[in-house]
């Protein structure tokens, strides 16, 4: 007799009578709305296998709430072996919590795609399979609380087995966009990067509009099902350059788009620590982004970064033509200097001046411009139409953007950075602009009777693996040096900001806590006015903790 067998014998009418039959009723019950919880971070983190399981756990540490809620259901497992009934709070538990995960969310609403109801569909039957066992064998009960406490492993395996289906199905639109390719036949542009992917991208169109016909894929559709959609909807015929932007979660996946979409000119922007979590090291993201150059004729890197200066090294080895680009050599291909002040730039090519003393927009980094500069020479525009094109760059979206707002508070929108280089950039922006804001506004006083408050709002950095809570702690003591206060958004690395602003023995800055980005907007609309500056550095979606 199996082990699932010999359970049956457990207890008095141990699988038998109603109270193992309403266990298994209502942990099936609760399967429902954890369900929705653990699909929509699935959605959210794009149907990779595990990610699930892994918000899972982190949103039961969250709090001692959450963390008594996951107690009570584990001893509440245990438990109905031998006292079915137990299983009840198992059910409850889980379909209530964790706490604070909502079911449909409010900054990443659950969207019923067709792939979401697919996998819905998988989660589903896996879950009735499992009770489905019990039910044959013997112990329906246990096999019900099982099945209610493994709802986010149930949907990680869901994800597992529905994404060689997924590949299969989105195969055609790959297809479809690879012929698309071959018959516009345009100077295929890759960028990729750790960060300044999108910024780049838009950089390149922007400098080479007006001389060539030029498409860019939009937003940050950048993995296999995003590129195919915007080759296959924006790229029409006549079009003399496509610029890809290339991203990767893993090993294989750049090169498997350099396949069906091979790049004429390849971009490495820069490498670090975004997306650690899921590399495990530095060299592995610069293995990883390498594989753009394979397929390329030339190669345009970022080489103030020792790691791109050897690969660009190999890369001439192998008979590529490589533009190495600066923020400081001007013996480079490409050098652009940002002034002292950080208000304007001026670029340089193999030592020579072509443009000199451009105002520069805030959040714009001039080692994405020295890379997008590089690539439109290489597209043959003239280095004087590039050079007019500079003074005519805007600001990046999102990008350490500044706007004003109706209480007259300065606001540096950097919600779409979340890396340490980039946090260190937006608190050197935020100082520079209070500085300018207080010579704009002397004496004048915010709402709450402070002059001049210098606010950082942000949930810190994610995906950075091991170094997260170092990075968030340094980050946390640079704005102790710099701001009034600081407002922290989610619990995610609360800990972390906290320890960075006590290891300032002499800051004043304030620290405050809210659960959510709307109660921070709230926060700021309340206590902020005229000469204050705010910067939202980072934005997580709330299936974040």
Same mark, same amino acid.
């Given at each position: 007799?199996?082990?699932?067998?010999?359970?049956?014998?457990?207890?008095?009418?141990?699988?038998?009578?109603?109270?193992?039959?309403?266990?298994?009723?209502?942990?099936?019950?609760?399967?429902?709305?954890?369900?929705?919880?653990?699909?929509?971070?699935?959605?959210?983190?794009?149907?990779?296998?595990?990610?699930?399981?892994?918000?899972?756990?982190?949103?039961?540490?969250?709090?001692?709430?959450?963390?008594?809620?996951?107690?009570?259901?584990? &001893?509440?497992?245990?438990?109905?072996?031998?006292?079915?009934?137990?299983?009840?709070?198992?059910?409850?538990?889980?379909?209530?919590?964790?706490?604070?995960?909502?079911?449909?969310?409010?900054?990443?609403?659950?969207?019923?795609?067709?792939?979401?109801?697919?996998?819905?569909?998988?989660?589903?039957?896996?879950?009735?399979?499992?009770?489905?066992?019990?039910?044959?064998?013997?112990?329906?009960?246990?096999?019900?609380?099982?099945?209610?406490?493994?709802?986010?492993?149930?949907?990680?395996?869901?994800?597992? &087995?529905?994404?060689?289906?997924?590949?299969?199905?989105?195969?055609?639109?790959?297809?479809?966009?690879?012929?698309?390719?071959?018959?516009?036949?345009?100077?295929?542009?890759?960028?990729?990067?750790?960060?300044?992917?999108?910024?780049?991208?838009?950089?390149?169109?922007?400098?080479?509009?007006?001389?060539?016909?030029?498409?860019?894929?939009?937003?940050?559709?950048?993995?296999?099902?995003?590129?195919?959609?915007?080759?296959?909807?924006?790229?029409?015929?006549?079009?003399?350059?496509?610029?890809?932007?290339?991203?990767?979660?893993?090993?294989?996946?750049?090169?498997?788009?350099?396949?069906?979409?091979?790049?004429?000119?390849?971009? &490495?922007?820069?490498?670090?620590?975004?997306?650690?979590?899921?590399?495990?090291?530095?060299?592995?993201?610069?293995?990883?982004?390498?594989?753009?150059?394979?397929?390329?004729?030339?190669?345009?890197?970022?080489?103030?970064?020792?790691?791109?200066?050897?690969?660009?090294?190999?890369?001439?080895?192998?008979?590529?033509?490589?533009?190495?680009?600066?923020?400081?050599?001007?013996?480079?291909?490409?050098?652009?200097?940002?002034?002292?002040?950080?208000?304007?730039?001026?670029?340089?090519?193999?030592?020579?001046?072509?443009?000199?003393?451009?105002?520069?927009?805030?959040?714009?980094?001039?080692?994405?411009?020295?890379?997008? &500069?590089?690539?439109?020479?290489?597209?043959?525009?003239?280095?004087?139409?590039?050079?007019?094109?500079?003074?005519?760059?805007?600001?990046?979206?999102?990008?350490?953007?500044?706007?004003?707002?109706?209480?007259?508070?300065?606001?540096?929108?950097?919600?779409?950075?979340?890396?340490?280089?980039?946090?260190?950039?937006?608190?050197?922006?935020?100082?520079?602009?209070?500085?300018?804001?207080?010579?704009?506004?002397?004496?004048?006083?915010?709402?709450?009777?402070?002059?001049?408050?210098?606010?950082?709002?942000?949930?810190?950095?994610?995906?950075?693996?091991?170094?997260?809570?170092?990075?968030?702690?340094?980050?946390?003591?640079?704005?102790?040096?710099?701001?009034?206060?600081?407002?922290?958004?989610?619990?995610?690395?609360?800990?972390?900001?906290?320890?960075?602003?006590?290891?300032?023995?002499?800051?004043?800055?304030?620290?405050?806590?809210?659960?959510?980005?709307?109660?921070?907007?709230?926060?700021?609309?309340?206590?902020?006015?005229?000469?204050?500056?705010?910067?939202?550095?980072?934005?997580?979606?709330?299936?974040?903790?």
């Amino acid at each position: 007799m199996s082990w699932l067998g010999s359970l049956g014998t457990v207890g008095p009418a141990r699988f038998h009578g109603g109270a193992a039959w309403i266990t298994v009723a209502l942990c099936l019950a609760s399967c429902g709305p954890a369900g929705l919880r653990w699909l929509r971070v699935a959605q959210r983190e794009h149907y990779l296998a595990g990610s699930v399981s892994r918000f899972a756990a982190r949103w039961w540490r969250a709090t001692p709430l959450n963390a008594a809620l996951a107690s009570l259901a584990v &001893i509440a497992a245990v438990a109905s072996l031998w006292w079915p009934v137990a299983g009840v709070a198992v059910a409850a538990v889980m379909a209530a919590g964790p706490v604070g995960l909502s079911l449909r969310g409010r900054s990443s609403p659950l969207a019923w795609t067709r792939r979401l109801r697919t996998l819905a569909v998988v989660a589903a039957a896996l879950e009735l399979l499992v009770v489905g066992v019990g039910l044959a064998t013997g112990p329906a009960s246990v096999l019900a609380v099982v099945a209610a406490l493994a709802v986010p492993l149930v949907v990680d395996t869901a994800c597992w &087995i529905t994404s060689p289906l997924e590949r299969r199905l989105s195969a055609h639109f790959v297809d479809d966009a690879a012929a698309r390719l071959g018959r516009v036949a345009p100077t295929v542009v890759a960028v990729t990067g750790s960060y300044g992917k999108t910024s780049t991208k838009g950089h390149i169109a922007h400098l080479v509009r007006p001389t060539r016909t030029v498409v860019a894929t939009p937003a940050s559709f950048n993995n296999r099902a995003g590129l195919a959609r915007a080759i296959n909807e924006h790229l029409a015929d006549g079009t003399e350059v496509f610029v890809a932007e290339m991203g990767t979660y893993g090993l294989g996946e750049i090169a498997d788009l350099c396949r069906w979409c091979p790049p004429d000119i390849a971009v &490495i922007t820069a490498i670090g620590p975004v997306h650690l979590e899921r590399f495990g090291s530095e060299d592995r993201i610069v293995e990883a982004k390498a594989e753009i150059l394979e397929s390329a004729d030339v190669v345009v890197l970022q080489v103030d970064d020792p790691r791109l200066a050897a690969l660009a090294g190999r890369a001439e080895a192998r008979g590529k033509h490589v533009l190495r680009c600066s923020t400081s050599d001007r013996s480079a291909d490409v050098c652009v200097e940002r002034s002292q002040d950080g208000a304007r730039l001026s670029a340089y090519l193999h030592g020579t001046l072509v443009a000199g003393d451009v105002p520069m927009p805030t959040g714009l980094q001039p080692s994405n411009l020295a890379c997008a &500069i590089a690539v439109s020479l290489v597209v043959k525009v003239e280095p004087e139409d590039v050079a007019s094109r500079l003074g005519t760059l805007t600001a990046v979206d999102h990008r350490l953007q500044a706007v004003r707002s109706a209480s007259g508070a300065t606001i540096l929108d950097d919600t779409y950075n979340a890396n340490p280089a980039g946090a260190s950039e937006a608190l050197a922006g935020l100082s520079a602009t209070a500085g300018l804001s207080a010579a704009a506004a002397p004496g004048t006083t915010s709402p709450s009777g402070h002059t001049h408050r210098t606010v950082v709002v942000t949930p810190g950095m994610v995906e950075l693996g091991s170094r997260q809570f170092e990075e968030n702690r340094v980050f946390g003591a640079a704005v102790a040096t710099i701001a009034t206060d600081l407002l922290i958004v989610g619990r995610t690395n609360r800990r972390a900001l906290l320890a960075g602003v006590g290891s300032v023995p002499e800051s004043t800055t304030e620290d405050q806590w809210v659960p959510d980005r709307n109660q921070a907007v709230e926060w700021v609309r309340n206590h902020l006015g005229p000469g204050d500056v705010v910067l939202y550095e980072n934005d997580l979606p709330d299936h974040y903790p």
